[in-house]
């Protein structure tokens, strides 16, 4: 498969529309997108960003792409991407809706008493599906934790990815500071995938899917200005949907594994991972044993777990 882009201004990407007759895109849940078509084989796609530039993608199997972006202007980037055809043989993959390159971003940690938050972007084109779907990968919090032990370390050499951790101790900080979870998550995303584009040059019309936790608008307050330039989308179980997501819940959950592991080893007991009963009952040894000036740094004392046992 042939990619080529251009970057124009509005007048530019008008008249590209006009001239294949595409279909002008007016949806509210995807604000960046401005219109879709195709022309002579080609499939045509145009972006924009929050700078009011606009990127036109042209896909075909052939040269057609490029040649068509040609015809429109001379500063056309090219990439070729290997064609992969998937079999689809386990339905835990029949619901995958792209397998195109894309940039997917997932997060764990969240609802655990003890423990980081880890938030991951991943980078997957077509020739990382039939790597994912050997190794069965989909929603980490399906996976058993001792698979993703096994997986994890090949995944993270294979598929480009970056990884983001805040300790338990930052997070109860920035919430004494009246920064929520949703603003800290929302920032951490955009910072997985900043650091992810800048780490491997990637461009800006790859598309970006976020396992969705909060409202789109609301995501897009929380970030700002340094919201990416790539075109958002927003799907709650989108691991589910993009492999690109499942990729980074999976790589999340090893890093996140392999803190909790470290943190057993320090403080010499099996911990129960979430935030129910069990996890009142070590938070309370723990604290008679250590002290909870020596606890504390582990766990989110913004949780009722802390203040009742506290």
Avoid at 2 to 18: N, P
Avoid at 93 to 105: A, K, L, V, Y
């Amino acid at each position: 498969m042939t990619y080529a882009t251009i970057k124009v201004d509005l007048a530019k990407a008008s008249e590209i529309k006009d001239f294949i007759h595409a279909k002008e895109i007016n949806d509210e849940k995807h604000p960046y997108d401005f219109f879709d078509g195709s022309y002579e084989g080609v499939h045509v796609h145009a972006y924009k960003n929050k700078k009011e530039i606009y990127t036109i993608t042209f896909a075909s199997e052939d040269k057609r792409a490029e040649e068509l972006a040609l015809f429109f202007t001379d500063n056309v980037t090219t990439k070729e991407y290997e064609q992969v055809t998937t079999k689809k043989a386990d339905k835990a993959f029949e619901c995958w809706e792209d397998f195109g390159p894309q940039i997917g971003s997932d997060e764990v940690g969240k609802g655990d008493f003890f423990g980081p938050l880890i938030v991951t972007a991943c980078y997957v084109d077509k020739k990382d599906i039939e790597y994912l779907e050997k190794l069965k990968i989909n929603d980490s919090k399906k996976m058993k934790d001792d698979y993703i032990l096994e997986i994890g370390p090949s995944i993270k050499r294979r598929i480009k990815n970056y990884v983001v951790a805040l300790s338990a101790q930052k997070l109860s900080l920035l919430h004494e500071n009246n920064i929520n979870i949703d603003k800290v998550l929302s920032i951490c995303h955009n910072h997985a995938q900043r650091g992810l584009i800048e780490k491997y040059d990637l461009p800006d019309f790859v598309i970006t899917y976020i396992d969705q936790f909060l409202a789109e608008e609301n995501y897009k307050r929380y970030v700002a200005d340094d919201l990416i330039a790539n075109p958002l989308y927003f799907r709650t179980k989108g691991e589910t949907y993009y492999p690109s997501v499942a990729a980074a819940s999976v790589i999340a959950r090893y890093t996140f594994l392999k803190e909790w592991q470290a943190m057993e080893e320090k403080l010499g007991c099996k911990i129960p991972k979430g935030a129910g009963a069990q996890v009142d009952t070590i938070f309370g040894r723990l604290k008679n044993q250590y002290g909870v000036d020596k606890i504390a740094p582990y766990v989110k004392r913004f949780f009722s777990n802390y203040k009742k046992n506290n």
